[in-house]
């Protein structure tokens, strides 16, 4: 019997800086909304992020599907996806994030 393909996959490379929707590595996010955080069934897992949350957008992958990668304020790695939708949650803030860490 055949192993079940897993649906994890390890990521190395980040050389997207632009995404589609038009957020840049570097750019410091602000929540508009709180997020709740859930797990892979939909359920709340307790952590939330509240609105106003400074999150910042950082280099991107090139494997499918296409994510916008985030770092929230809790230095914890996110996804989103990369679509105009972004930015019903999300506003860019005046500064952008310094260099090292993007």
């Not at 750019?27 to 859930?38: A, F, G, Q, Y």
């Not at 949350?53 to 494997?63: L, N, Y």
């Not at 499918?64 to 770092?71: E, G």
């Not at 790695?77 to 105009?84: F, I, L, P």
């Amino acid at each position: 019997m055949s192993k079940p393909k897993s649906k994890w996959k390890l990521v190395e490379h980040f050389p997207i800086t632009e995404y589609e929707c038009g957020a840049c590595a570097g750019d410091r996010v602000c929540l508009k909304l709180e997020l709740v955080i859930r797990d892979g069934h939909g359920q709340p897992t307790g952590k939330v992020y509240p609105r106003g949350d400074i999150w910042t957008v950082v280099r991107g992958a090139k494997e499918n599907p296409r994510v916008l990668w985030l770092r929230a304020s809790d230095d914890t790695s996110h996804t989103w996806e990369d679509s105009d939708l972004f930015w019903i949650w999300f506003e860019k803030t005046r500064k952008r994030a310094g260099k090292t860490r993007v």
